[in-house]
């Protein structure tokens, strides 16, 4: 093992043992959980710290698997581990001291884990600038372009393949789409579908192709990089979908709903926020009582729906409504179904039916994010046969949580998409940098540059990393799902960052509709409220999760 990587270990190490104390105490602190709301900004710090010391310790394990591999023979992947964990280290010892009591910590702890000679040496060779204007210097050789090692031939195969789709396919008509806030052409659609992007980890015996999600999260990383709103987020609707019939819809409902859904022949939309409900999911109100109408049994849906993305050109949309009119009831009282509707183009649409049920609904209009369009909407008694209550009768009151399991595909795939984004925007920094002439020298001549780019690197490969190794566990375990929310949870803030960092990179033009530095940077906006608002993904999933 390099040297490089044995100051990674260390590092690494310690920030495992901090955070083990950490935990402990706070499950001390938080009755084991139960107390994290008088403990809210405590277990805030909590929840990113174990976030950022899996994604240490996921950067060091890819790193490592490279090195025997003979696949990073300059040390450009050893750098970039031994960079970030650097940088977390160097955080993590000034927050800890800060709030020690906080932590639960007393100096002679500290001084035996991160303050320990070895490690502070370690960690101090990792944040040398000269290191991140290294990492740098190779961005600028490289085009900033990934080519990082993949374990798998199918996963390469797979980000070659879908690489060559998005520039050749996606790229051309990002602009376009984004600036006259145009809805995603058809053709996007039907190439994709053709190519079998909606089936990735759709089941072989249920029409996908049973890929798995490193797959799937590759080839919505490749998507994301042309754009976020043409085609990085066309598969996530389907994903969700698929997770939660998978795991409580009926075998019929499976047949009938999961080919179409892998073919592309349906588009899914989920609708799960309220106007006046947002992360408070079991407050739900939009309601679904029993009815019968010409005849056949089901439910008719009334009240109001908002950032349904993608409501008007789906086919088809998974509801969250409320079945037990006990308000009191929460979560408990929820259950998902599947709304039949035809597809439409444009910003509003409505839906009548025969008996007098509609279903109306107004795009709002939004910064970046565009070609999907994100819809308020209004259902008055709209009818749902009892058919499509996914789960059937086992499934009433039961929506909740297959919404939550589909949640959890979603944030997995929404790593996928951050990363995606904040890749791109670190190759047409890398570009920019090497083309712009300032004091008669290339920007990427300059020292500052070339450790800008650097950090943003290293903090991609971060966010990569810790969503890849997501990927297999959910794969052996859909329940495994704390890895999938830090993946989350880091990726969407690195997206953000890496996005305004190459705007400042490309100074005044960054803030011009002729780069596309300015579409990611407002894109990269929307990405830490997907799938739970940053703060409740920190507090109600991972923190609840780590401290239980």
Known sequence: MSDTLQQTGLIVEALQKVRDEALQHGRSLTDNGKGIDDHQVHAERLAYMATEVEAARSCLQYAQAAGENHADENGHTANMALGFAAEVGQR????????????????????????????????????????????????LATKGVNHSWLESDIAEMTRDSVRQFAK????????????????????????????????????????????????????TEELSAASLGVAGSLITRPEILTKALLRGGTEDQKKKWLPPIASGALMVAIS??????????????????????NGQSGFVIDGAKAWCTFAGRANIIALLARTNPEVSS??????????????FAGHSFEMQQEAGGALQGDAIPTLGYRGMHSYVLNLDKYFVPTANLVGGEAGLNKGFYL???????????????????????????????????????SLGDFQLTQYKLGRMAAHISAARQITYAAAPAMDKDEAATLTAAMAKLLACDVAVWVTQEGQLIHGGWGYGEEYAISRYVVDALVLPIFEGVKPILELKVIARTLLA
């Open 92 to 139: 993590l010892v000034g927050q800890v001291s800060t709030h020690i009591e906080d932590f639960g910590f007393d100096e002679t702890f500290l001084n035996d884990t991160l303050g320990q000679p070895q490690v502070r040496a370690a960690i101090r060779d990792g944040a040398r600038e000269s290191r991140f204007r290294t990492i740098g210097q190779t961005v």
């Open 272 to 293: 799960v926020t309220e106007p006046d409900t947002g992360s408070d999911v079991a407050s739900v109100k939009c309601r679904a009582e029993p009815a019968t109408v």
């Open 168 to 219: 050749s396919e996606v790229a051309p008509i990002a602009e376009r789409v984004h600036r006259n806030d145009e809805l995603i052409p058809e053709s996007v659609i039907k190439n994709m579908s053709e190519l079998g992007y909606f089936g990735m980890s759709v089941p072989e015996e249920y029409g996908g192709g049973g890929m798995g999600n490193l797959a799937m999260i590759i080839t």
């Open 330 to 343: 929460g979560a408990r009282g929820l259950s998902l179904f599947i709304v039949e509707k035809d597809a």
């Open 403 to 441: 919404q939550m399991a589909g949640f959890a595909a979603g944030r997995l795939q929404t790593g996928g998409r951050a990363t995606g984004l904040a890749q791109a925007a670190l190759e047409v920094s890398a570009a920019y940098a090497d083309e712009r002439k300032q004091f008669k020298k």
